[in-house]
């Protein structure tokens, strides 16, 4: 009895290790076929997303909220229009010479100014300078079209970047990545302009040797001055602040 008992059990479980790979053939099939749908659904909306950019393709060119809703569009499945200069979405839009071209005003811009900013520009003040440059017969440049350029200038490194400031925002243009501590005192200084040890030490808890190191890092590259002759304490100034709106002198 016992030995019939071992000869079912064994085979119950053939029986069950054959269902599960039948189970395990028909999902994989399944999912093939999924696949292969959803492959054949992109290639469908992407043969009408290019006849919506031939149709428009004027409004892409020339309005600028137009033009990011276009992006965004692409985005969803996954086409870049800004993939390469050269290529099929450049040739038909003329899109992918336009934020090269911007890219290289950015750069153009960002070094011009980089002595006085110490390579951290306000993005605003970035704008003006741009529209500045460009003329009253150029197409209209908005945020978006700005930011998606500054994106593309990170192919070239780490020196481009758009941070966060408070209610703004700066652009980085020096090499480096920006801490979380180099942040915190940028939003500190976002009103004032400069910040000190002291500050930092009292608003964050900081110790002073933390709160110098960040500091005269930002001193070395750049990014601050340092004003000895304030009487009390140095204060660490940030000329890329000087020009946000709440830092403005009226």
Request: with cysteine; hydrophobic share 40%; charged share 25%.
């Amino acid at each position: 009895m016992a030995g019939r008992r071992r000869h079912v059990g064994i085979g119950a479980i053939k029986k069950e290790a054959l269902a599960k790979q039948k189970f395990a053939e028909k999902s994989t099939a399944i999912a093939d076929l999924k696949f292969a749908h959803v492959t054949s659904q992109v290639e469908v909306f992407k043969k009408h997303l290019e006849k919506f950019a031939a149709d428009h393709k004027n409004d892409i060119r020339s309005k600028p909220e137009f033009r990011a809703q276009f992006q965004q569009m692409c985005a969803r499945i996954g086409v870049d229009p800004l993939a390469s200069s050269k290529g099929f979405w450049a040739q038909m839009l003329g899109v992918g010479d336009f934020y090269y071209e911007l890219g290289v005003k950015i750069i153009e811009i960002c070094l011009a100014a980089k002595e006085r900013t110490g390579g951290l520009m306000g993005f605003d003040e970035l704008k003006q300078r741009l529209m500045a440059t460009r003329g009253k017969s150029k197409q209209e440049v908005s945020d978006d079209d700005i930011a998606r350029a500054i994106k593309k200038l990170k192919l070239l490194g780490n020196g481009f970047a758009i941070i966060p400031v408070g209610k703004h925002r700066l652009v980085q243009s020096v090499p480096g990545e920006l801490s979380l501590d180099h942040s915190i005192v940028l939003q500190k200084a976002e009103k004032t302009s400069h910040v000190s040890v002291a500050t930092m030490v009292s608003d964050y808890g900081w110790t002073e040797v933390r709160a110098k190191k960040v500091l005269d890092h930002m001193i070395a590259e750049g990014m601050a001055w340092l004003d000895t002759q304030n009487g009390e304490e140095p204060l660490y100034w940030f000329p890329g602040l000087f020009t946000l709106p709440s830092n403005r002198k009226t």
